[in-house]
């Protein structure tokens, strides 16, 4: 899946997009490496995603206390929680970080959806079945979004 966003609210609905796409699906869990400099989206893609959960608590971005936990509302025969991680802030040993805050236990398992920003960075212990969501400025306000499953 690829998108051209030219807004917040367009790059809202890209999340929401996302989300859609995953409800339609079988899959009991997600996990997602959300890719991209300061300012290309990333948050904004959370919250549009966390609203076709049903979620309506107010998505912040975790930079600072690295992970946030919603609870799903709309779909609680499938999905128990979003986790929103932030390894911005974690310039060394993010794997040891990931460790620290029970990624490993949290990806993977049924009912969990996690979606990392500057997920990059621990790329390389994701589950084979995550998902990569670059987001990329290409000028004017344009943003392109780019939804691939991961490849090792």
């Known amino acids: ?7 917040a609210a367009e790059t809202k609905e890209a999340g ?5 796409d995953l409800i339609k699906s079988e899959k009991t869990h997600l996990t997602a490496a959300l890719i991209g400099d300061l300012g290309s989206g990333k948050t904004t893609f959370v ?12 998505i912040l971005s975790p930079t600072f206390i690295l992970m946030r936990k919603y609870l799903v509302t709309n779909f609680p025969d ?8 932030d390894f911005y802030r974690i310039p060394e040993n993010p794997h040891e970080e990931a460790r620290n805050l029970g990624l490993f236990e949290l990806w993977g398992q049924v009912g969990n959806i ?4 500057w997920g990059e960075k621990v790329k390389d212990l994701l589950p084979l079945d995550s998902y990569l969501v670059e987001f990329k400025h290409q000028g004017q306000g344009i943003r392109n979004i780019a939804v ?5």
Request: glycine residues 8%; contains cysteine; proline residues 0%.
């Open 1 to 7: 899946m690829e998108i051209f966003t030219k807004s």
């Open 16 to 20: 929401k997009r996302f989300a859609n």
């Open 47 to 58: 919250q549009g995603f966390a609203e076709c959960l049903g979620i309506n608590q107010r």
């Open 78 to 85: 499938r999905f128990k929680g979003l986790y929103h991680v």
């Open 114 to 117: 996690v979606l990392i920003e």
């Open 148 to 152: 691939n499953t991961l490849k090792r």
